[in-house]
Each structure stands twice: as structure tokens, then as C-alpha cells.
């Protein structure tokens, strides 16, 4: 077996070399499945921007990912299919003008949509670009008026207690519901066809006692503000289109993300913006750079991924013995110490003795950091900083900036402190917990002490480290697992948790580390790798694949290996799995394992096959080999 290591761990290192692009970073994609081709389809008809080879290009990997049945899913196991994918994937086709409804695969597509309870069911947003385009009767009603946003941050329910990635999404919303804009085109396909139910009910929000309670302090709120309600109403619009306007990144999207990039530009066509203004043309031309080849297809990333696949690409080479002043590893340092960030960004509202420092996840953004981009981009440059003092400089700062983003919980969050309201999780809005709120995780805990603990000189009985272990104590799943907010979860959440604690001084020995050593051992599949569903997110338990998954094997593997003296049989299956399967293409190699929104956006992170199993069987080879 030890020759069937060395071997994988070269071949492996080998695949990343070859992959790293001229910048030094690796730009493997960031696939969301079909939802942004679709949409991108639907924007550009909807413009009237008629770029037939992208829109061709588009339809092609649509119809590429389309089931025999005729829906479309977000994920392998998700049962026949997902009806809200299905109705992106049935409009954009049609508005593409390549298809039309007498299409035999469409026609399976629309027996699928009205058997599941029709287009009136689908996702918020879906149902939002939907409406947006016309598709209804009439214009679709947010529950949260545009005037929340001139709410003071000293009043109780405010909008910067929406974590930043709901903002991004909610500004433009709120003013597309202000405006009530819609927009249609005489290509525009009729979907009038595909309602079962009266569309009329269509955006009708479901009230309990708890949201008519805040609901109306919400609007006690506004109406305390003073000026006449007209005068209110078109300066909450212009405080919605600034915080809009002033988060554009250089390629010219809104934050890099492609559902706020979207949503601005129609909320900027509803305030009379010409389609031609040079903001509205630099936003499509940001969103066409993040288009991306995949299996000979074209397919327009969420967002791109650079600095997350570089920080942990550099990280796992180096774990591989590649010298810090190797060509590849110095040119992936370079690119990461280029992005660092040091402007002020929203994380200073919840943070303002925090002083810029972080590092963000995609190849452009310069003004919204993450604690796991930037302890990750750290991890990876750590050997090279006794000796530079220019990335000793970036070190030091990138530093503060974590250990300022600690919650009041002992926890870390993905982007801002405290944010975390429990009346967030009273809001009428489908996915609210994953868009609304940035609660402390195990993933981002675990890693961030896992950082800490490994790679500084903070002492294990410091504060800081003490109430981020409390914090993950107190957190673990009666079953032994933990819950990671950002993959594919209980696995991920577990593996972080275990690395961070051991990191942390907590021995292999503690009950916490051996009810979750039990766990990993009850849920290892017969051929000895690990597998999990996307159904756990949403289920909030762990749901077993029915397979097993070459990243989430390795994520188990690492766990166990950090934690056992000797390769027990539980670890030599695992390590057998790996070394069968770590160059095999099937399903389970584009399972996504990676989570944006519950129910609504999964990832499928290119580069997680190389860099998992490479770095388990790394930590297997050091430790017992």
C-alpha cells in the first residue's frame, strides 16, 4: 500500500501543477448546476442582447443535464427531479428561440412542471425572474417595504441585520417590488400553459402571530421616520439603488455574484436606466467573465473561485513537501498576497474596531472578505513568512481581521459578526436561514481554530481559543456529528470540528472527540469510503448517499487519521476506497458537496477531487507510512 500512496500523492500533485493558470491561481470551476445559464439566457432575451454562439452555447448545456423523464435536478438523488430547475430550464429554452413547445424533451419537461403542482410552486426566486419577466398577471409583492432600509442600526429590526449575502439580494428586490416592474419582449415565450392553480395566489406570503407582530414594528419603525411618506418612499429607493451601486467590484458585478448582478439590473431598468448605460453593459460584460468550460460545455458560474482553489491548492502542496520557493507554490503565494483586501466593507457595521486584512473567495472581489478564504489564504503562505516581510506585513493583518470577526458566541461566521437575529427566522421567505442570517458554524470554527492551533503562536489556553472550543462543544449533534454550514454537512461539519479541537489542545481521548469517532465509524459504507446526501441540509440530520464520495471519504479519512494513534481498519478501508477510486469519473465524482442556499444552490467544486483525497492520503502517509 505504501507504493500505491506515493504513487496516487504524484500523480495527483501532478494533475494540479498542469492545472495552475498564468496568475499563479487555479480557476477549476464553481458549478451550480443549470439556474445561471438559464438565467443568463433569460436576461440577454430579455435586453435584447442577441448574442446567438453564448445563448446557443448556453441551450446546449441545458439540454445536456436533462433527465429521461424530462426534469432537471439540483443534485443526483434529489428523487425525479427539482421543479424549479425544470421551470428555469423550460423558460430559458424557449425564450432562447432554439426550441419550441412542440419539442418532444419540452413537452416531457412541461408533464413534469404540472404534475408537480405547477410553476406557482417553485423556488422564491425562480418565481421572482418569473414575474420580473412578465410571466404574471400582475407584479409580485415582497413582504419587506424599500423604506427598511432608512431604518436606524439602533432601532431593533434594521437591514443590516440581513447577513451581507441577503442584503446583495434584498436591495434590488425591494425596489423591484416598489416599482413593480416587469418587462416583456415579443420573443417572449407564454407560460400562461404551465399554472394549475390561480396565479393570483402567487405571491400571497404566509402570516403567523409572530410576523404580523413584526411586520407592524416594522412599520412603526417607518412610519416614526420623519418627512412625508412620498418623500420617504423615493429616498428609501435612492438609499437602495446607492448600497447597490457603491458594492459594484471592478469587473462591474454587483459583489461577484450572479443573483445580485441580475436583480440590479432590473432594478436599475425600473428606475429608468437605459439598457445602454455603461453600469448596466460593464454588469453583463462582469457576468459573461465568469463563464467556464465544462465537459465541452459552456456554463456561467455563480462565482468564480479563484482565491478559495488557490489557498487550498498552495496549502496542499506544501503539505506534499513542494518547496515554498517552487515556481508553482511562489506564483500561487504571489496571487493570493495580490488579493488581499484593504478597503472597508460591510463587515465594519458589526465589527467597527476590525481594521481590513481578509481575503475574498472569488477572483475579483475587493471588498467582501470571509474569515474561511482568509484563513485558508494564511494557511497557505505560513511557511514562507519568518523570511518575507512582505507577507509577514499581510500575515499580521490577516490575523487581526479573524480574531476581530469573532461572534459574542465563541464562534466564527462566514462574513459578518453577529449577525445571527432570531427574528430573521420569522420571515415568510423560502431559505431565509441560508440567505438571511451568518450564524456561527463548526466548519468556519473548526478551521479557524485548526489555523490558529497549527500555524500561530496563540496559546491553547487563551480566550480566544477557549471560547471557540466551548462554542463547538456546546454545538456537537447528540448522534456525535456536527453540522457544517457551508458543505455537505454533517461529514464536513464533523471533519472541521475534530481538526479544530485537536488543534485546540482537546485530546483523542475526550468524550466529544470519541462520540464523533463512533459516528464517522457507524455511517462508513462497505466499500470504505463515506458518503452523504444533499438532503441533509434541509432534512437537519444526516441522510447517507447510498454511495460513496471521494471528498467526503477524505474529509472522514482525515478526521480519523487525526485522532488515531495507528491505521485502524476503519482507516485502511477508507485509504483502499481512495486509492481505487481517486482518478474515477462517475456520478459520484460531480456530486455537489458544497452548499449555498439549502434546497436552491448546490456546488460542485471542481477541484475538491484532487485537493481531499490528496491531502487524507498525505496525513496518512506522514503519520503511519
Known amino acids: ?28 470551476p464553481f458549478d451550480t448546476g443549470i439556474s445561471t445559464d438559464a438565467y443568463m439566457i433569460i436576461l440577454l432575451r430579455t ?144 407560460l400562461s ?31 416614526s421616520l420623519l418627512g412625508l411618506p412620498q418623500h420617504i418612499h423615493s429616498l428609501a429607493i435612492h438609499r437602495a439603488k446607492q448600497y447597490m451601486l457603491n458594492r459594484i467590484e ?20 425600473s428606475l429608468g436606466y437605459s439598457k445602454k448605460d455603461q453600469i448596466i453593459i460593464n454588469a453583463i460584460k462582469g457576468l459573461k467573465t465568469m463563464k467556464c468550460k465544462i465537459d465541452d460545455h459552456t456554463h456561467v458560474q455563480y462565482t468564480t473561485a479563484n482565491v478559495w482553489n488557490t489557498s487550498l491548492i498552495s496549502y496542499v502542496l506544501k503539505e506534499a513537501d513542494l518547496s515554498s520557493t517552487d515556481l508553482i507554490v511562489a506564483k500561487a503565494n504571489q496571487y493570493l498576497i495580490r488579493r488581499q483586501q484593504y478597503k ?83 420571515l415568510p421567505i423560502e431559505g431565509g436561514r441560508f440567505l438571511l442570517t451568518d450564524p456561527s458554524s463548526a466548519d468556519l470554527t473548526g478551521r479557524t481554530l485548526e489555523f490558529l492551533g497549527n500555524y500561530t503562536n496563540i496559546p491553547k489556553i487563551h480566550a480566544v481559543i ?33 481538526t479544530g479541537l485537536i488543534a485546540s489542545g482537546i485530546t483523542p481521548k475526550e468524550k466529544a472527540i470519541g462520540k464523533a469517532k463512533n459516528w464517522l465509524h457507524e455511517i462508513q459504507n462497505k466499500d470504505g469510503g463515506w458518503g452523504e446526501s444533499c438532503k441533509s441540509d434541509l432534512n437537519e440530520s444526516y441522510i447517507p448517499l447510498g454511495a460513496s464520495n471521494l471528498t467526503q471519504t477524505a474529509w472522514a479519512l482525515d478526521s480519523l487519521i487525526m485522532i488515531s494513534d495507528k491505521p485502524t481498519p476503519e482507516i485502511q478501508a477508507g485509504i483502499t476506497y481512495l486509492l481505487k477510486s481517486y482518478d474515477k469519473k462517475d456520478w459520484t465524482t460531480n456530486y455537489p458537496v458544497g452548499q449555498g442556499m439549502g434546497g436552491g444552490l448546490y456546488i460542485h467544486y471542481h477541484s475538491y477531487q484532487f485537493i481531499f483525497p490528496l491531502l487524507a492520503l498525505i496525513h496518512y502517509r506522514k503519520k503511519y507510512e
Not at 1 to 28: C, F
Not at 161 to 189: C, E
Not at 361 to 384: E, G, H, K, Y
Open 466 to 498: 477557549k471560547r471557540g472550543v466551548d462554542w463547538l462543544l456546546q454545538n456537537q449533534e447528540n448522534d456525535g456529528s456536527w453540522y457544517g454550514r457551508w458543505g455537505i454537512c454533517y461529514i464536513y461539519g464533523t471533519w472541521a470540528a475534530i
Open 47 to 190: 435586453l435584447q442582447i442577441n448574442d446567438e454562439d453564448f445563448i446557443l452555447q448556453l441551450t446546449e448545456r441545458i439540454w445536456s443535464k436533462q433527465e429521461a423523464n424530462g426534469a432537471w435536478k439540483l443534485f443526483y438523488d434529489e428523487g425525479s427531479g427539482n421543479l424549479s430547475t425544470t421551470v428555469e430550464a423550460y423558460y430559458s429554452l424557449l425564450y432562447s428561440g432554439y426550441v419550441n413547445k412542440d419539442n418532444n424533451r419540452l413537452q416531457a419537461a412541461k408533464s413534469f412542471i404540472i404534475e408537480n403542482g405547477g410553476i406557482e410552486k417553485s423556488f422564491i426566486f425562480t418565481k421572482i425572474m418569473l414575474s420580473l419577466t412578465g410571466q404574471y398577471s400582475s407584479p409580485f409583492h415582497f413582504p419587506l417595504p424599500v423604506e427598511m432600509i432608512l431604518l436606524p442600526s439602533s432601532f431593533p429590526i434594521n437591514f443590516y441585520d440581513f447577513s451581507v449575502f441577503g442584503r446583495a439580494n434584498l436591495a434590488p428586490i425591494m425596489i423591484l417590488s416598489a416599482t413593480k416592474y416587469s418587462k416583456k419582449t415579443n420573443r417572449s415565450p407564454n
Open 1 to 28: 500500500m505504501e507504493h500505491q500512496t506515493k504513487e496516487a500523492i504524484e500523480q495527483i500533485v501532478q494533475n494540479l501543477k498542469l492545472a495552475q493558470t498564468a496568475n499563479g491561481s487555479w480557476d477549476y
Open 193 to 223: 400553459d404551465l399554472f394549475v392553480s390561480r396565479e393570483d395566489d402567487f405571491f400571497k406570503w404566509k402570516q403567523t402571530r409572530e410576523t404580523k407582530r413584526l411586520f407592524s414594528t416594522i412599520e412603526q419603525g417607518i412610519t
Open 344 to 426: 472597508y466593507g460591510d463587515w465594519l457595521i458589526h465589527n467597527p474596531i476590525g481594521l481590513p486584512g481578509g481575503w475574498g473567495f472569488s477572483n475579483i472581489n475587493t471588498i467582501n472578505p470571509d474569515v474561511d478564504d482568509t484563513t485558508a489564504s494564511l494557511r497557505a503562505f505560513s511557511q514562507i513568512v519568518p523570511a518575507n516581510l512582505s507577507f509577514r506585513y499581510a500575515w499580521d493583518k490577516g490575523i487581526q481581521w479573524v480574531l476581530s470577526m469573532q461572534n459574542d458566541d465563541g464562534g466564527w461566521p462566514a462574513f459578518e459578526k453577529n449577525v445571527d437575529k432570531k427574528w430573521l427566522n420569522l
Open 250 to 269: 471592478p469587473d462591474g458585478t454587483f459583489y461577484s455574484y450572479f443573483s445580485s448582478t441580475l436583480l440590479m439590473i432590473f432594478a436599475l431598468l
